[in-house]
């Protein structure tokens, strides 16, 4: 797997594909996989080419019409000869150009004969076409191997201009001649292969390329998945073991803690009470905790970090606090005061962000610098030079999502290995969870506290209930005359700009436009009913300050109504808001619906949502809506929505890590791979977890891991 393409292929092949595709070794080449298979037969669907697509089509040739050069003299002579062949799909067609074809070319592309034709789309005339396409006809893949072919799939590849997946296929089916399949490297444990019914790794990648059933793809696929589960598994399960060979200071709870629990104007929920044990339980350990807290908006992460800071506290060690914009991070800071009571005075919370003034800040970083301050909050500000700390023993994260992994480890790297908290409102379902957060121990908040007034939700449909689509108005004006603010969102921010925040489900009713601030906005102006209500946009397109002001004035009260995009998802606190309107609900996430809808109600009043659809009824998105209607579990909307997503949107940022590796293996629907990989590696790293008699998946675990595990690692 390690060798160089060039004792296979030749030379100019070989630079082609480490400049295109980075691909220099029969490891790398033979990882290229399929991205699907065409059996003679399939045609591709036309109507999703777009031009400039760089794109291999299945196709069968429907004309083919030369332009003798005799009929084509220009000024300077003969014009080269044109052929344009036009392949269907059965409904569409595409032409093909060619220039001077030779003629053992115009003998293969006959009229009847189907094959693979990959180039960019072009537009000619309003028609599609590709220019100088190259092909392969599958009577030709046929005429080698007949009999291997009878039931024949051809793989059809990633690839890139310059780099034609005939011409991937091509080398890979080259190097597979070439090399001995049952010479390749087994990654996965005997015992691991042969309990799981697994094909030897050589065997499944190239059956993966190059099968000859369907049954032997299928085999091959479940092979490799189990190849990436495993080692991803591993990897995982290496990290996590390598972080408790981390030395971290021990921080035992003490009397700050108790006195805190003492003056807690309510009782913890169960839930609050045994994550706080399991947290408790690691602080008290000598590596770093590394946790993972999901808890949806209003579940009371904040008092259950809270209570970590106070633990850490205890041995005069400090925490910081840090959240992804200057609302959150203020609305933090005042809540953490005001939860701290009189401890205050001891612990001298302070706020670091970058809309201080110099003088403001300065102090702040003074009292973090000296171990005055025990508590620290603040936004991206902290990564800044001019923050340190006399003794951070506590990183915690809020929304960890909106953060990558860099940015977490810089602010970690201003203490001595501290313990690291990451909260997020987001629940992810479990396998996931394994997947991405496989390195964390991760734990739950599901129960709410008691008392707080529930949030109703109701589907409006747009378009059939008009009535009810009126009365939407009039309830936001009803409120806004007690006194309540509203908020109305939409999924773009003008016509056919995105919101960059918004998770849009991937079923994309196409019949009209989507609902956009801008346009909403206006239209709303014009209504009788919503006369004299001050409202405002907010969106992803305006300046980090003016979001600002208009937040602020919203909480302020200065507005009544915000009509905005996905922007106000994160942690908005308005507890006088009691009206969310969002339109065209069917294009969210559900899970982001489910948050969107968690900034109302947040304070005595209870709050209605009203999801606004124009998905006909009983249609696909029409029913999502609807399931969220029905419940306010976030743990079974996300298991629900899971489902639904792509994978980058299930992944967010960790998709950057060891996870955007994964080829065949899919987090959202190989589940059941995925824990039991994850059980086998946990095991195999029990009893051995240096993986001395593993070596293959020792090397390639190395490959993943980051130098000081890497050199953990060799130290055996
Ligand atoms: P989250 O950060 O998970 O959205 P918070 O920690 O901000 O939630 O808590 C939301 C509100 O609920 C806060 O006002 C908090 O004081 C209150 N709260 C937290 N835990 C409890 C509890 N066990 N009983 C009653 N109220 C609680
Ligand atoms: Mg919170």
């Known amino acids: 797997m390690e060798r160089p393409l060039d004792a ?7 630079k082609k594909f480490k400049k295109h595709l980075s691909i220099e070794t029969v490891g790398d080449l033979l990882w290229h996989l399929p991205r699907r298979h065409y059996r003679r037969g399939d045609l591709t669907d036309f109507s999703e080419l777009a031009v400039e697509d760089f794109v291999t089509v299945a196709a069968r040739i429907a004309s083919v019409q030369t332009i003798d050069p005799q009929q084509r003299y220009g000024p300077r002579g003969r014009k080269p000869s044109r052929t344009v062949i036009t392949i269907s799909d059965g409904a569409r067609s595409l032409d093909l150009v060619f220039f001077n074809m030779p003629q ?12 693979l034709f990959s180039g960019t789309v072009s537009s000619f005339n309003k028609k599609l076409q590709l220019a100088h396409p190259e092909w392969e006809v599958f009577d030709d893949l046929d005429s080698s191997k007949q009999e291997s072919w009878a039931e024949g799939l051809v793989p059809v590849y990633p690839a890139k201009k310059g780099l034609t997946s005939i011409a991937i296929r091509k080398a890979i089916g080259k190097v ?44 091959a696929t479940t092979s490799l998945k189990w190849r990436e589960a495993m080692l991803l598994q591993t990897y995982l399960v290496t990290m996590r073991e390598f972080n408790k060979q981390i030395a971290s200071t021990m921080r035992p709870a003490g009397e700050l ?12 929920t169960d839930d609050q009470q045994r994550v706080g044990e399991a947290i408790g339980a690691d602080l008290l350990r000598a590596h770093p905790m590394n946790r993972l807290v999901q808890g949806e908006v209003g579940s009371g992460k904040t008092v259950v970090a809270l209570r970590a800071m106070l633990q850490v506290a205890q041995s005069g060690g400090q925490s910081v606090m840090l959240a992804p914009t200057e609302v959150l991070a203020s609305q933090h800071f005042t809540s953490i005061v005001n939860q701290l009571g009189k401890l205050a005075q001891e612990l001298h919370p302070v706020l670091i962000t970058g809309q201080q003034t110099a003088g403001e800040r300065r102090k702040a970083a003074l009292a973090a610098a000296s171990g005055q301050s025990r508590i620290i909050v603040g936004t991206h500000a902290l990564f800044s030079d001019k923050t340190s700390f006399a003794d951070l023993g506590l990183v915690v994260i809020d929304e960890q999502h909106r953060f ?12 001595i290995s501290p313990h690291t908290l990451l909260l997020t409102a987001t629940p992810i379902p479990r396998t996931v969870a394994m997947t991405a957060f496989g390195d964390l121990d991760v734990s739950e908040l599901r129960t709410m506290p008691a008392g707080r007034a529930a949030i109703e939700t109701f589907v409006v449909q747009q378009d059939q209930q008009p009535a009810h689509f009126h009365r939407v108005w009039s309830r936001i004006a009803e409120d806004v005359a007690r006194g309540r603010q509203a908020f109305v969102v939409c999924p773009a921010i003008a016509p056919g700009e995105v919101e960059k925040s918004s998770q849009l489900a991937d079923e994309q009713p196409t019949r009209f436009a989507m609902a956009d601030v801008e346009t909403t ?10 006369d004299g209500i001050r409202m405002a946009p907010l969106t992803g397109a305006m300046s980090s300050d003016d ?25 908005v606190n308005v507890p006088n808001a009691t009206v969310m309107v969002v339109m065209d609900a069917e294009r969210f996430g559900l899970s982001q619906l489910h948050q969107l809808r968690g900034r109302v109600g947040r304070g005595e009043h209870g709050g209605l949502c009203l999801l606004v659809t124009r998905a006909a009824p009983g249609s696909a998105a029409d029913d999502r809506v609807t399931a969220l209607a029905q419940t306010t579990d976030g743990f079974e909307i996300a298991e629900f929505d899971l489902a639904q997503r792509r994978e980058g949107d299930v992944l967010g940022q960790r998709q950057s890590g060891a996870v955007s590796s994964l080829r065949v293996l899919q987090v959202t629907s190989d589940r059941d791979i995925i824990v039991r990989a994850r059980k086998a590696a946990e095991h195999l790293i029990e009893r051995d977890p240096r993986l001395q008699h593993h070596d293959v998946l020792r090397n390639s675990v190395k490959d993943r891991l980051d130098p000081d595990a890497r050199a953990a690692l060799h130290a055996s």
């Open 8 to 14: 296979f292929l030749a030379e100019p092949t070989v």
């Open 104 to 115: 053992w070319q115009r003998e293969k592309l006959r009229v009847g004969e189907s094959g």
């Open 176 to 219: 597979l001649e070439l090399i001995d399949v049952d010479q390749i490297p087994e990654l996965l444990p005997d015992a691991v292969r042969s309990e799981e019914g697994l094909l030897p790794f050589g065997r499944a990648l190239a059956a993966y390329h190059v099968p000859t059933t369907e049954e032997e793809f299928a085999a």
């Open 257 to 268: 803690l108790s006195r805190f629990d003492r003056q807690l104007p309510f009782e913890l």
């Open 404 to 415: 990558g992994v860099r940015q977490r480890e810089a602010l970690r790297s201003k203490g």
């Open 521 to 530: 906005l206006l239209n709303m102006r014009t209504l009788s009913a919503l």
């Open 547 to 571: 979001k600002e002001r208009t937040m602020r004035a919203y909480a302020g009260g200065e507005l009544d109504l915000l009509v905005a995009t996905t922007v106000i998802e994160v942690g």
